[in-house]
T-cell receptor, first 111, second 115 residues
Framework: QKEVEQNSGPLSVPEGAIASLNCTYSDRGSQSFFWYRQYSGKSPELIMSIYSNGDKEDGRFTAQLNKASQYVSLLIRDSQPSDSATYLC???????????FGKGTKLSVKP | EAGVAQSPRYKIIEKRQSVAFWCNPISGHATLYWYQQILGQGPKLLIQFQNNGVVDDSQLPKDRFSAERLKGVDSTLKIQPAKLEDSAVYLCASSLSAGGANEQFFGPGTRLTVL
């Protein structure tokens, strides 16, 4: 059973701090990884994708991948109250496999 | 560019009744997905279409769920008969093609409540 594990939270950080969200996956055949943001009552939207070991930065967001440890993380710098949402981690096996989602981590950024 | 459209947005039915959901993907997107998202969980893929063909329906409960995409554009998902555990948000997503770097764009979802 291929699984993606996330701490459900809630993770609470003060405004301006760094939020660190973590994800582990069970399938070593997974090749690409995605972070989706889902506001309450809304649908998921893609914020980051990562395919290679190391870091990938996009604005205030940094995704980190360690395939040896089967670990993916998302850092949000200068967190804003508007970042408060559930963050879903997803993995894809191979180049054509379907996405497998974790349960999501609820992030709350306090003003 | 219009996004993924879904209807209805909300549906309340009693168990053993049937229900159908409709999805219209982004124009030109060949791949269409139906996901089920139970409260507190991530989306779970039910079925994937590439144009009008089924690519993966391994997690679709085929005794009660069916889906079609006859002309390779819009799609319907049906549940018959519904069970209490089918209460969830049903999300439709589309992408230009399957896999790779193709981003999946999600529709607003249909929230189903089975009483």
């Amino acid at each position: 059973q291929k699984e993606v594990e996330q701490n459900s939270g809630p993770l609470s950080v003060p405004e301006g701090a760094i939020a660190s969200l973590n994800c582990t996956y069970s399938d070593r055949g997974s090749q690409s990884f995605f972070w989706y943001r889902q506001y309450s009552g809304k649908s998921p939207e893609l914020i980051m994708s990562i395919y290679s070991n190391g870091d990938k930065e996009d604005g205030r967001f940094t995704a980190q991948l360690n395939k040896a440890s089967q670990y993916v993380s998302l850092l949000i710098r200068d967190s804003q109250p508007s970042d408060s949402a559930t963050y879903l981690c997803a993995s894809r096996q191979g180049s054509q496999g379907n996405l497998i989602f974790g349960k999501g981590t609820k992030l709350s950024v306090k003003p | 560019e219009a996004g993924v459209a879904q209807s209805p947005r909300y549906k309340i039915i009693e168990k053993r009744q049937s229900v159908a959901f409709w999805c219209n993907p982004i124009s030109g997107h060949a791949t269409l997905y139906w996901y089920q998202q139970i409260l507190g969980q991530g989306p779970k893929l039910l079925i994937q279409f590439q144009n009008n063909g089924v690519v993966d329906d391994s997690q679709l409960p085929k005794d009660r769920f069916s889906a079609e995409r006859l002309k390779g554009v819009d799609s319907t998902l049906k549940i018959q008969p519904a069970k209490l555990e089918d209460s969830a948000v049903y999300l439709c997503a589309s992408s230009l093609s399957a896999g790779g770097a193709n981003e999946q764009f999600f529709g607003p979802g249909t929230r189903l409540t089975v009483l």
